[in-house]
């Protein structure tokens, strides 16, 4: 029961209080509260899915950030526990918000390269939230090129609110940085999975996302802006956070029917393996292929055709082949 | 008490307004000098004074950059529609609307081909008014196209950039839109096809963290502001005020960001002198290119036209890439072509 607890959580807060408090008493002595166990056990059960399963927008987006959340290196622990962490861009230094070493799975050697988000306050101070520098993405891109070098699959996991918007940061070329690391990853020659986490923050988290299969966590978020940030803009008022998550379409159900992921669930091994056999060639011109067929626009008839644009919904792009 | 006066700056650098008045003078929104209206126009829009250079349209820029008449537009038929039905106080399709009749325009960048003192170039100019030169589908497809065209016909590319960053009325199509165009300028840079990246007054977000940034050679005008995150957003993060000149060009060359800095009335000079260069280095005897032109056909196949919303027949699909007299010029060359493994094959025992 400990932990936080999330506002729309609470109904299933209060039947676990009271599990708790009639577990002491639930013994074989006393089948009534045996059963009462087990009947707020089963109603617990049955609230936990009722609520899961009509989640809105907003509530995606505060799960996405849950402080409980797996991160990175938890992920790390249990897929890959012989992981070793490689430190620093050969540049400026090394920049804890952003992981990057190597592993193998199941013998397959894997370069895994994450955001990482700290547990608690010293810890997120030392992490800076997620939120990496440049040195960062660009320690990242030296060991992604590295992993290319030698032929090993590229495994990243996304969980940021987005790059850093500091002094530090734009000093150094923040935008550059991103930019090259997206430019880049079209480029190296071996699979690249990406899942995101958790929060998939705009530029800082497409900077490790651009893969030959995007994954994403079925209660991750991955948007162009924070809704904390859109409402900010459009609505002038950053509560009306909740209104812009929905506006936004960030969830993963959201992105799947855009065509921006391929996946909802959780399957890096396979996807390594099936591409690990792809030509290089073929492997670069599937991954170009699929971000072209990302967007969504009209082609009007004629070149000076100035009539607004039709309001009707479109159809998707079609799905990657 | 600087710092009161210097915030009020930093408001005043957001609500500029870029249209010129009518009269006869008009007043120069960085020094306050009052300039005549003719004069403004003989020196390109820029103060006489303190060499502030005034926003101007994508078209204006044509004019000012490109041989007189040269410039033929391309992909004007690919336009904005509203893919998340997105709606705030109005709907992004009434949005779009009146940035069509306020600026001329059908996207937020204008793309073509042209010459500069003779050189052949693609080009594609990103007009801030449009939406604040935001990049969502539409846009990042006609780049896209550009790119494509650039490779094909083997001419150098110029981006022009402005802009706000990725349009937050498309969502993460608009963020997907800096994979695309990366993506394919890794191919242009394949290719060994220039490319020239020139940044103005303002390019921010997601525009600088995509193309804006990755040019072969990289120019900017005198005083612009350039930057991943906007000044408000640095300023609300780290909770102090940022040092005077921060993320204008000066600052951004002084880090190693740029490569040249140039006034607008240098711009056209500076361009045909890169284009002549770059057509010399074409001239060299090159080792067979990376793979230019020969999987370009699927790409364009996969970057054409997408079912149209219901009503909307689309038009008997052109080819995106224009014809020209020059062919795909870089011959497919065998050392990519399939079935090489991929890379050390690890043991997958």
């Given at each position: 029961?400990?932990?936080t607890?999330?506002?729309?959580?609470?109904?299933?807060?209060?039947?676990?209080?009271?599990?708790?408090?009639?577990r002491?008493?639930?013994?074989?002595?006393?089948?009534?509260?045996?059963?009462?166990?087990?009947?707020?056990?089963?109603?617990?059960?049955?609230?936990?899915?009722?609520?899961?399963?009509?989640?809105?927008?907003?509530?995606?987006?505060?799960?996405a950030?849950?402080p409980?959340?797996?991160?990175?290196?938890?992920?790390?622990?249990?897929i890959?526990?012989?992981?070793?962490?490689?430190?620093?861009?050969?540049?400026?230094?090394?920049?804890?918000?952003?992981?990057?070493?190597?592993?193998v799975?199941?013998?397959?050697?894997?370069?895994?390269?994450?955001?990482?988000?700290?547990?608690?306050?010293?810890?997120?101070?030392?992490?800076?939230?997620?939120?990496?520098?440049?040195?960062g993405?660009?320690?990242?891109?030296r060991?992604?090129?590295?992993?290319?070098?030698?032929?090993?699959?590229?495994?990243?996991?996304?969980?940021?609110p987005?790059?850093?918007?500091?002094?530090?940061?734009?000093?150094?070329?923040?935008?550059e940085?991103?930019?090259?690391?997206?430019?880049?990853?079209?480029?190296?020659?071996?699979p690249?999975?990406?899942?995101?986490?958790?929060?998939?923050?705009?530029g800082g988290?497409?900077?490790?996302?651009?893969?030959d299969?995007?994954?994403?966590?079925?209660?991750?978020?991955?948007?162009?802006?924070?809704?904390?940030?859109?409402?900010?803009?459009?609505?002038?008022?950053?509560?009306?956070?909740?209104?812009?998550?929905?506006?936004l379409?960030?969830?993963a159900?959201?992105?799947?029917?855009?065509?921006?992921?391929?996946?909802?669930q959780?399957?890096v091994?396979?996807?390594?393996?099936?591409?690990?056999?792809?030509?290089?060639?073929?492997?670069?011109?599937?991954?170009?292929?699929?971000?072209?067929?990302?967007?969504?626009?009209?082609?009007?008839?004629?070149?000076a055709?100035?009539?607004?644009?039709?309001?009707?919904?479109?159809?998707?792009?079609?799905?990657?082949? | 008490?600087?710092?009161?006066?210097?915030?009020?700056e930093?408001?005043?650098a957001?609500?500029?307004?870029r249209?010129?008045?009518?009269?006869?003078?008009?007043?120069?929104?960085?020094?306050g000098?009052?300039?005549?209206?003719?004069e403004?126009?003989?020196?390109?829009?820029?103060?006489?004074?303190?060499?502030?250079?005034?926003?101007?349209?994508?078209?204006?820029?044509?004019?000012?950059?490109l041989?007189?008449?040269?410039?033929?537009?391309?992909?004007s038929?690919?336009?904005?529609?509203?893919?998340l039905?997105?709606r705030?106080?109005?709907?992004y399709?009434?949005?779009?609307?009146?940035?069509?009749?306020?600026?001329g325009?059908t996207?937020?960048?204008?793309?073509?081909?042209?010459t500069?003192?003779?050189?052949p170039?693609?080009?594609?100019?990103?007009d801030?008014?449009?939406?604040?030169?935001?990049?969502?589908?539409?846009?990042?497809?006609?780049?896209a196209?550009?790119?494509?065209?650039?490779i094909?016909?083997?001419?150098p590319?110029?981006?022009?950039?402005?802009?706000?960053?990725?349009?937050?009325?498309?969502?993460?199509?608009?963020?997907?839109?800096?994979?695309?165009?990366?993506?394919?300028?890794?191919?242009?840079?394949?290719?060994?096809?220039?490319?020239?990246?020139?940044?103005?007054h303002?390019?921010?977000?997601?525009?600088?963290?995509?193309?804006?940034?990755?040019?072969?050679?990289?120019?900017?005008?005198?005083?612009?502001?350039?930057g991943?995150?906007?000044?408000?957003?640095?300023?609300?993060?780290?909770?102090?005020?940022?040092?005077?000149?921060?993320?204008?060009?000066?600052?951004?060359?002084q880090?190693?960001?740029l490569?040249?800095?140039?006034?607008r009335?240098?711009?056209?000079?500076?361009l045909?002198?890169?284009?002549?260069?770059?057509?010399?280095?074409?001239?060299?005897?090159?080792?067979?290119?990376?793979?230019?032109?020969e999987?370009?056909?699927?790409?364009?196949?996969?970057?054409?036209?997408?079912?149209?919303?219901v009503?909307?027949?689309?038009?008997?699909?052109?080819?995106?890439?224009?014809?020209?007299?020059?062919?795909?010029?870089?011959?497919?060359?065998?050392?990519?072509?399939?079935?090489?493994?991929a890379?050390?094959?690890?043991?997958?025992?």
């Open positions: 029961m400990n932990g607890w999330l506002d729309f959580e609470k109904p299933i807060l209060d039947i676990e209080r009271k599990i708790e408090d009639l002491g008493l639930a013994t074989p002595e006393s089948p009534e509260a045996m059963e009462e166990l087990v009947r707020l056990e089963r109603k617990a059960d049955r609230l936990r899915k009722e609520i899961y399963a009509k989640l809105t927008r907003w509530q995606r987006v505060k799960l950030r849950h409980r959340r797996p991160y990175t290196l938890d992920y790390i622990k249990v890959a526990p012989e992981f070793v962490e490689m430190h620093g861009d050969r540049k400026f230094g090394d920049d804890p918000a952003i992981v990057a070493g190597f592993a799975v199941e013998d397959m050697p894997l370069v895994i390269i994450g955001h990482q988000k700290g547990r608690d306050t010293k810890e997120n101070i030392y992490r800076n939230f997620g939120m990496a520098h440049p040195e993405y660009r320690k990242a891109l060991i992604m090129r590295t992993a290319a070098t030698f032929g090993v699959p590229i495994v990243t996991l996304i969980d940021t987005g790059a850093y918007p500091g002094l530090g940061a734009e000093e150094r070329g923040q935008s940085a991103l930019a090259r690391n997206i430019l880049e990853m079209a480029h190296l020659k071996v690249i999975i990406s899942v995101v986490i958790g929060e998939g923050g705009s988290a497409l900077a490790l996302a651009v893969g299969v995007v994954l994403m966590m079925e209660n991750a978020i991955y948007s162009v802006i924070t809704p904390e940030g859109c409402a900010a803009i459009l609505w002038k008022d950053a509560t009306k956070a909740e209104q812009a998550a929905e506006a379409r960030l969830t159900s959201d992105l799947l029917e855009l065509h921006v992921i391929d996946e909802l959780d399957a091994m396979r996807h390594v393996r099936s591409l690990i056999g792809t030509p290089k060639q073929e492997l670069l011109d599937r991954r170009l292929e699929k971000y072209l067929k990302m967007g969504v626009y009209l082609e009007e008839a004629t070149a055709a100035n009539g607004a644009p039709d309001a009707s919904p479109p159809d998707p792009a079609p799905p990657p082949a | 008490m600087t710092w009161l006066r210097k915030a009020k930093g408001l005043k957001q609500q500029r307004r249209e010129l008045p009518d009269g006869l003078w008009s007043k120069c929104e960085e020094c000098e009052i300039l005549y209206h003719k403004l126009e003989r020196n390109l829009w820029t103060c006489g004074k303190c060499q502030f250079h005034f926003r101007i349209s994508a078209r204006t820029y044509i004019k000012i950059l041989d007189e008449g040269s410039f033929q537009e391309r992909f038929e690919v336009v904005s529609t509203d893919p039905r997105f705030d106080a109005r709907r399709v009434d949005r779009i609307k009146k940035a069509r009749e306020s600026t325009l996207e937020a960048v204008l793309c073509g081909d042209g500069i003192e003779g050189h170039l693609v080009a594609a100019i990103m801030f008014d449009f939406l604040g030169g935001s990049l969502a589908s539409a846009a990042g497809e006609r780049i196209r550009s790119i494509l065209q650039a094909e016909s083997r001419h590319l110029v981006i022009l950039s402005s802009s706000g960053g990725a349009r937050m009325f498309e969502g993460i199509l608009s963020l997907m839109q800096m994979a695309k165009t990366n993506a394919l300028l890794a191919r242009l840079s394949d290719a060994g096809v220039p490319y020239i990246s020139i940044l103005t303002p390019t921010t977000g997601g525009v600088t963290a995509s193309y804006a940034s990755v040019g072969d050679v990289i120019l900017a005008e005198p005083k612009a502001l350039i991943f995150a906007g000044p408000r957003v640095i300023k609300q993060t780290i909770r102090q005020e940022l040092p005077e000149g921060f993320q204008r060009s000066e600052f951004l060359l880090k190693g960001m490569d040249r800095i140039v006034h009335s240098e711009m056209r000079k500076t045909a002198w890169l284009l002549r260069f770059f057509a010399a280095a074409e001239r060299l005897p090159h080792p067979p290119r990376r793979r230019a032109g999987s370009l056909a699927r790409f364009r196949a996969a970057s054409g036209p997408i079912p149209s919303p009503g909307h027949a689309p038009t008997a699909a052109p080819s995106p890439v224009p014809e020209r007299g020059t062919s795909p010029a870089a011959a497919p060359e065998p050392e990519s072509s399939p079935p090489s493994p890379g050390a094959k690890p043991s997958t025992e």
